[in-house]
């Protein structure tokens, strides 16, 4: 007979059999690993800001370095404040700090949402690394929605409607992440209104993952928690429009019939991890608050990103994939199908083998389509426009403050390292 302890090892087996470093992580060390081997590597991996942490950011971390006692488990009442601000001032939510929790990242508090609440995960694809490896760890169903390349890889509400009256009763969670990891567009809001209208009909809590809001290209973002506030959760944080990736910040915004749910959460929280950094919190207060210097930071941010993201686009363009620009975050999700014939008289016949070719042939290094839900077969990949110093790229922009677009000559002066990518992408493709 097992003992109990041995029942839960054979169950935790079950839940994590098969998983594997995240591969934005394991892409990411890969790289770092030819690079100290003496290669030459093009990082466009890994989707970590390039960015600073603001400094009037830092300087309040300074100031806040000796704040050691534990915090509420929900958070800070002055950053719980700043949320609530914040969320009216970008988006005229009215949010009760009350019912703002913070985690130590928005990651963390998405895998205890699932932990907590028993319903299906609805995930359209291609979709972030981590949303259903979490699921898998909890042992919560996944019900994937492929979407369309000439739909710009976005939900639609047909789709979702399609799946709810399946089982109209039936709880269900449905993440929905833009600006996109991995594509970088977003949606309009006459589809977020249609959206949110299928999800009030059936009840369906949103996770409006808003992580990448701040960067929309345009900063036009709009949040679907305008359209369904009594069933929208916001998740945001500090790691891409602050540059605080490593600082593992985050924030659920809960309206106030969802109460019960985030206090649920607040109780995992407590036997996990107790409360988030307090020199961070505090920190964290500056972040949010309304501050002119962080309004040029992400206003020459946003410059900067899209004048890439049109670099990018265009050199797609000459190498004859038809991409649309992106809509904001840094990624672009190439399908490079139009050279399948050619590929595969190479023996690359999907997108796994298409991103170690890449990388061993190259020194290009992006993530497979196939580690963002899609079918393996595609000959899709995500590629993270980071690779550059972004302290350079902000101060020159702020000097060059003629015109709102900066031109490409721009990207080649402060970002050659996805020049040159780019020139070993396209060389590769056409002498293949």
């Not at 971390?61 to 800070?76: I, T």
């Not at 291609?126 to 996944?142: K, N």
């Not at 977020?192 to 701040?214: F, H, N, T």
Request: charged share 20%; aromatic share 10%; proline share 6%.
């Amino acid at each position: 007979m097992r003992t109990k302890r041995e029942h839960l090892h054979v169950n935790l087996n079950l839940n994590v059999r098969g998983l594997k470093t995240s591969s934005t992580l394991a892409i990411n060390e890969k790289s770092q690993a030819l690079l100290n081997a003496g290669k030459e590597v093009f990082k466009f991996g890994l989707g970590q800001s390039p960015f600073p942490v603001p400094e009037i950011v830092v300087e309040t971390l300074r100031r806040n370095a000796h704040q050691k006692d534990y915090l509420p488990v929900k958070g800070l009442r002055a950053l719980q404040e700043a949320v609530a601000s914040f969320n009216f001032r970008t988006q005229k939510l009215s949010t009760d700090p009350s019912y703002v929790l913070i985690g130590p990242g928005s990651k963390e508090l998405i895998f205890l949402l699932q932990l907590v609440y028993y319903g299906d995960l609805i995930i359209p694809t291609p979709s972030w690394v981590s949303y259903s490896p979490q699921a898998h760890i909890i042992g919560r169903h996944v019900r994937w929605v492929p979407t369309r390349e000439d739909n710009n890889w976005r939900l639609s509400y047909d789709d979702l409607e399609k799946i709810c009256r399946e089982d109209p009763d039936r709880p269900r969670i449905v993440i929905l992440n833009y600006p996109s990891n991995p594509t970088g567009y977003t949606y309009p809001i006459e589809r977020l209104k249609l959206l949110a209208s299928v999800a009030r009909k059936y009840k369906v809590i949103l996770v409006s993952d808003e992580i990448y809001g701040m960067i929309h290209h345009q900063g036009q973002h709009v949040s679907i928690a305008r359209f369904y506030p009594e069933g929208t959760i916001i998740s945001s944080g500090l790691s891409k429009w602050c540059g605080a990736g490593g600082w593992r910040l985050g924030t659920f915004s809960f309206p106030a019939n969802l109460a019960w749910l985030m206090d649920a959460i607040a109780v995992v929280a407590s036997e996990t991890f107790t409360s988030t950094s307090a020199p961070l919190q505090f920190a964290a207060v500056t972040a949010f608050e309304d501050h002119p210097e962080l309004d040029l930071y992400l206003h020459h941010s946003r410059r900067i990103l899209k004048a890439i993201a049109r670099f990018m686009t265009d050199r797609f363009h000459d190498m004859g994939l038809d991409i649309p620009l992106p809509h904001g975050g840094f990624y672009m999700f190439p399908n490079f199908a139009p050279f399948r014939q050619r590929l595969a008289s190479h023996g690359i016949l999907n997108s796994l083998e298409l991103a170690t070719r890449l990388l061993n042939e190259t020194g290009v290094a992006v993530l497979p389509g196939s580690d963002f839900a899609r079918n393996g077969d595609e000959l899709t990949a995500r590629m993270a426009y980071v690779d550059f110093n972004g302290a350079k790229a902000l101060e020159a922009a702020t000097l060059d403050f003629q015109e709102n677009s900066l031109h490409e000559s721009f990207v080649k002066d402060y970002c050659p390292k996805i020049v040159t990518g780019f020139e070993r992408l396209g060389n590769w493709l056409t002498d293949l």
